[in-house]
Nanobody
Framework: QVQLQESGPGLVQPSQTLSLTCSVS??????????WSWIRQPPGKGLEWIGY???????YYSPSLKSRTSISRDTSKNQFTLQLSSVTPEDTAVYYC????????????WGQGTQVTVSS
């Protein structure tokens, strides 16, 4: 059973960098054909995909967030990290990490989500 757990500060000041970590158990970040994503849901809105890091370490980001986003991983800890720079209150959301397999339209495992509020 794969488990994902998000962690990080719940409050970030405007213009600062949001940093979240997803800790994975029961599965490896380097297992072939799996992709590890960050997804968010602002209050009252739908899910928004932020980006992923793949099993080979490749990354791909949403075009709308690409200039502010970086996803990295620590394979020794089986963790991957989201950094979102220059945040504004519009980045307030519940942030999720999730796993999908290549060519699959669905995420098979999700973290429980973590609330991040951008406010001074």
């Amino acid at each position: 059973q794969v488990q994902l757990q998000e962690s990080g500060p719940g409050l970030v000041q405007p213009s600062q960098t949001l940093s979240l970590t997803c800790s994975v158990s029961g599965g490896s970040l380097t297992t072939n054909y799996y992709f590890w994503s960050w997804i968010r849901q602002p209050p009252g809105k739908g899910l928004e995909w932020i980006g992923y890091i793949g099993y080979s370490g490749d990354t791909y980001y949403s075009p709308s967030l690409k200039s502010r986003t970086s996803i990295s991983r620590d394979t020794s800890k089986n963790q991957f990290t989201l950094q979102l720079s220059s945040v504004t209150p519009e980045d307030t959301a519940v942030y999720y990490c999730a796993r999908t397999r290549a060519a699959s339209p669905q995420y098979d495992y999700w973290g429980q989500g973590t609330q991040v509020t951008v406010s001074s």
